[in-house]
């Protein structure tokens, strides 16, 4: 059964005022906010790693040729 409109949105505006409740404990809580910050640090880091793998997949060229046997 699909959702209505509507209701995606009802349920769009709960999800959204418990972030936004989320949000306002880890701001008031400084070793929370200070570990979150780090975390996202760490994540930001990781995922330039992994993007810098892929960019350089992508530029990678194959060296086999048509009759070389896998």
Do not use: P
Request: charged share 40%; aromatic share 2%.
């Amino acid at each position: 059964m699909a959702i209505s409109k509507k209701q995606e949105q009802q349920w769009q505006a709960e999800e959204d005022a418990r972030t936004l409740g989320r949000y306002q404990e880890i701001l008031q809580d400084k070793a929370r906010m200070n570990r979150a910050t780090r975390e996202a640090e760490k994540q930001a880091r990781d995922l330039s790693k992994r993007a810098n793998i892929m960019q350089s997949a992508a530029k990678a060229k194959t060296t086999r040729t048509s009759g070389r046997k896998k």
